[in-house]
């Protein structure tokens, strides 16, 4: 992995999860801050559900109470991130309405007993358990999550209060959505006569000889399905095509903006350029920051082998001060300066008192000189032989280690901010002293060290290989033109032809895009792109929109309305459905009234052949494939040891049957009552797994309006 890709990964890094509102961060920060609205107008219905309106303020403060514990978990929100955040709310809001619409039917409740058990019992949330969890025993604290709680409930901050219910609140409706999966589950029944019958059925086994006229015997082209036809098979099955939200597709064509060859050329020579003044620069960090370095400047050290770029021993060979490059690292043309080198654990312990400074990471601190005066006489009482143990139980304003005594096990480099995590791996085993971070002042000891490699202290200058003014000129000009002289889709498409096909440029399609969609496939991420499309109408060019390192000039060739899909939306699907079934139709005209089978095959000019072994329970036969109105005719007890009188239009093909033999196998001791508690135990498991929350939304009524928001 790239220098580039680690710091992208550490800094930058976001993963798609389900966020639930942690109470055990470093320190409790404030996850409603901005309450004001940044919506204008008088609408504020962000949608509906079963008629309950969501207001675009609530829904704001929830995506931005997700946002700020994705922030406290070192996550950087940028506008995708924020995207998936918007869409998780709205899951959660959907799945929270619907669920405590049917608790309340049922008349479920929680009781503060239960709430207290949930918190406190045998399986607390994994949050809560690692906590308060002693990594010495490995027991759970009880007592001290319990009186957590309390002082947050007893002198707790309004907004950290307003966390803590919103968390219990989060608690109780999965605690009571369980208590409705397993209400729903247990309804699981099979009759005895059920299996029994089940049981016989699977016992039969047939054998059959027939004649498969297959459908590639008649030309696609010689069957035509017509728009008519398809609006009658969408009618006849309006389920299988509802559509819940509109959507639409786009013809465009992209204008390439990415850096030339020139422009590379050009961050080449700028890093070179640096190379010297880098060198002899006494301030590392402040020379990145003064030259606008891509990358950030990282103060601490990192072992050998935690460094992954392919010219990691050049870097190292340096004497310090040395600078290496520039070479090209992804995107960026980097210089790595080796500042220093020195043998280090990989692994760090240590116990740690936090008297918290007021600031950013914790506004209910004490001031600056006071908090100095508090850790100093902490350090003093320690050093004078009292217990750190106690004293961390205390005064420490770290929840996440107080109640462990202050200590945190085993951490790797880089985890800690950076003046903790110096005094962490660079003084020896057995150093106390206090330090100053961000959070405040701490009283560190060393309590052990592991893993000694040699370690490497680099700063990178980096510059991203960027598209020069005059490169991006050039696209947005040849896109502006084109969208100029293209106001409609027959000029578009005509304008194409002729100017832009010459010269190599595609003209691609998108199609499905939904107004609540960040993304487009082949385009790119652009919530602006998408909004964009559905501000236009059909028929309508957009201006150029920049996505990425294309312009794109877009014009919108459908809309799709929610309801039924249209014809064209449909015909990729019932096109070949039809086409069999009107093939099916001439076939068994082709056929006439069936009488034998050496008739059959006489007429269609295919082989008879026979299917033996043929089950019930619907397997594969090496021979049939799945052919269930086939295997349906065999088993039917007016069929056998007869020619079936009305062909079977399958899969593959139009078949006509003869039942030659239905046979029993012996079933030998079955016992039914082991197969009933079976089978319910399966369908209670496959509940489990499969929320009822699908059915209950198809069945919802709900107005999406997130689009007019965001």
């Given at each position: 992995?790239?220098?580039?890709q ?9 993963a ?6 942690s109470?055990?961060g470093f320190?409790?920060m ?13 609408n504020?219905?962000?949608g509906?559900i079963?008629?309950k309106?969501?207001d ?6 929830r995506v931005?109470?997700q946002?700020?514990v994705?922030?406290?978990q ?8 924020r ?7 709205w ?5 929270r ?18 709430i207290?058990?949930?918190?406190f019992?045998?399986n607390?949330?994994q949050?809560i ?6 990594p010495q ?5 009880t ?5 957590y ?9 309004p907004?950290?209060?307003a ?9 109780e409706?999965?605690r009571l959505?369980?208590?409705y ?5 247990n ?19 047939a054998?059959v ?5 297959p ?5 696609d ?5 017509s ?12 389920e ?6 509109e959507s ?10 990415s ?6 050329v050009?961050?080449?020579n ?15 960090q402040q020379?990145?920051?003064?030259q606008?370095?891509?990358?950030p400047?990282?103060?601490g050290?990192l ?9 990691k ?6 004497p310090?001060g040395g600078?290496y490059g520039p070479?090209q ?6 210089l ?6 020195k043998?280090?654990?990989?692994s ?5 008192i936090?008297?918290?400074?007021a ?18 006489s902490i350090?003093?009482?320690?050093k004078?032989?009292a ?11 770290d ?9 945190y ?12 995590n110096?005094?962490a ?6 150093s ?5 971070t961000?959070?405040?002042?701490h ?18 200058l980096g ?29 578009f498409?005509s ?20 107004p ?9 991420n652009?919530?602006?792109?998408v909004?964009?499309?559905?501000s ?6 957009l201006?150029?929109?920049r ?6 000039v877009?014009v ?13 939306k449909?015909?990729?699907?019932v096109?070949?459905?039809?086409r069999?079934k009107?093939?099916?139709?001439q076939?068994?005209?082709?056929l006439?009234?069936?009488?034998t089978?050496?008739a ?10 026979v299917?033996d072994?043929?089950?019930?329970n619907?397997?594969?036969?090496p ?23 009305e ?23 079955i ?9 319910e ?5 496959q509940?489990?797994?499969?929320s009822p929350?699908q ?14 928001f965001y």
């Amino acid at each position: 992995m790239s220098v580039i890709q680690q710091i992208r990964d550490k800094y930058a890094r976001w993963a798609v999860v389900a966020i639930a509102l942690s109470l055990l961060g470093f320190i409790l920060m404030d996850a409603f801050a901005g309450r004001t609205s940044v919506f204008g107008g008088n609408n504020t219905t962000l949608g509906s559900i079963n008629g309950k309106k969501i207001d675009v303020q609530d829904f704001e403060q929830r995506v931005k109470a997700q946002e700020t514990v994705a922030q406290q978990q070192g996550y950087n929100m940028g506008d995708e991130s924020r995207q998936q955040i918007i869409q998780s709310v709205w899951n959660g809001e959907i799945e929270r309405n619907l669920l405590q619409s049917e608790i309340d039917k049922l008349g479920l409740a929680i009781g503060s007993r239960e709430i207290n058990d949930i918190l406190f019992g045998a399986n607390p949330p994994q949050d809560i358990k690692q906590g308060f969890t002693d990594p010495q025993t490995g027991a759970f604290n009880t007592a001290a999550a319990q009186q957590y709680f309390a002082q947050l409930r007893k002198s707790g901050t309004p907004e950290q209060k307003a966390q803590m219910n919103e968390y219990l609140e989060n608690l109780e409706l999965q605690r009571l959505s369980e208590k409705y999966t397993s209400l729903l589950s247990n309804t699981s029944y099979y009759a005895k006569w059920f299996v029994e019958k089940q049981n016989v059925d699977n016992s039969l086994m047939a054998n059959v000889s027939y004649v498969m006229v297959p459908y590639a015997t008649i030309s696609d082209s010689a069957v035509k399905v017509s728009d008519a036809d398809i609006q009658a098979y969408i009618n006849d099955h309006k389920e299988d095509f509802k559509q819940e939200e509109e959507s639409r597709s786009i013809n465009y064509v992209t204008f390439n903006a990415s850096p030339s060859g020139a422009d590379s050329v050009a961050v080449l020579n700028q890093v070179a350029g640096l190379k010297a003044a880098f060198a002899g620069s006494t301030d590392a960090q402040q020379f990145l920051t003064q030259q606008g370095s891509t990358l950030p400047y990282f103060d601490g050290y990192l072992g050998a082998s935690k460094i992954q770029i392919p010219v990691k021993d050049s870097i190292f060979a340096l004497p310090n001060g040395g600078v290496y490059g520039p070479y090209q690292d992804n995107n960026s043309f980097v210089l790595a300066k080796k500042l220093d080198a020195k043998v280090l654990p990989d692994s760090a312990k240590v116990r740690h008192i936090l008297v918290g400074v007021a600031g950013q990471q914790n506004p209910a601190g004490l001031s600056d000189s006071a908090a100095r005066k508090r850790i100093d006489s902490i350090a003093l009482a320690i050093k004078n032989g009292a217990s750190f143990d106690s004293l961390a139980k205390k005064f420490s304003d770290d929840p996440g280690s107080k109640d462990k005594g202050g200590v945190y096990d085993y951490f790797p480099q880089g985890q800690m901010v950076p003046q903790f995590n110096a005094f962490a791996f660079e003084k020896p085993v057995g150093s106390r002293d206090v330090v100053k971070t961000d959070f405040g002042y701490h009283l560190i000891e060393v309590l052990g060290q592991k893993g000694n490699e040699m370690h490497y202290k680099i700063a990178y200058l980096g510059k991203e290989i960027v598209p020069s003014q005059e490169t991006d000129n050039a696209a947005a000009n040849a896109a502006n033109q084109f969208a100029g002289d293209s106001r409609s889709l027959e000029a578009f498409n005509s304008n194409y032809d002729k100017n832009l096909r010459p010269k190599g440029y595609n003209r691609l399609l998108a199609a499905d895009i939904k107004p609540n969609d960040f993304a487009v496939a082949g385009i790119g991420n652009s919530r602006s792109f998408v909004k964009a499309v559905y501000s236009a109408g059909k028929g309508d060019v957009l201006e150029p929109q920049r996505v990425g390192d294309n312009y794109i000039v877009a014009v919108v060739t459908s809309i799709e309305e929610a309801g039924l899909a249209s014809v064209a939306k449909a015909r990729e699907i019932v096109e070949p459905i039809l086409r069999n079934k009107k093939k099916a139709e001439q076939i068994v005209a082709k056929l006439g009234k069936i009488s034998t089978l050496e008739a059959v095959s006489a007429a269609a000019g295919q082989p008879i052949q026979v299917a033996d072994s043929l089950t019930f329970n619907g397997a594969r036969n090496p021979n049939l494939g799945y052919e269930y109105k086939v295997v349906g005719a065999a088993f039917n007890p007016a069929n056998k040891g007869k020619v079936v009188p009305e062909a079977l239009d399958g899969q593959a093909g139009v078949y006509v049957l003869k039942v030659n033999n239905v046979s029993a196998i012996a079933q030998g001791n079955i016992d039914v009552a082991s197969q009933r508690q079976m089978l319910e135990m399966q369908a209670r498991q496959q509940m489990m797994y499969r929320s009822p929350l699908q059915a209950l939304r198809k069945s919802a009524d709900i107005k999406d309006d997130r689009a007019k928001f965001y």
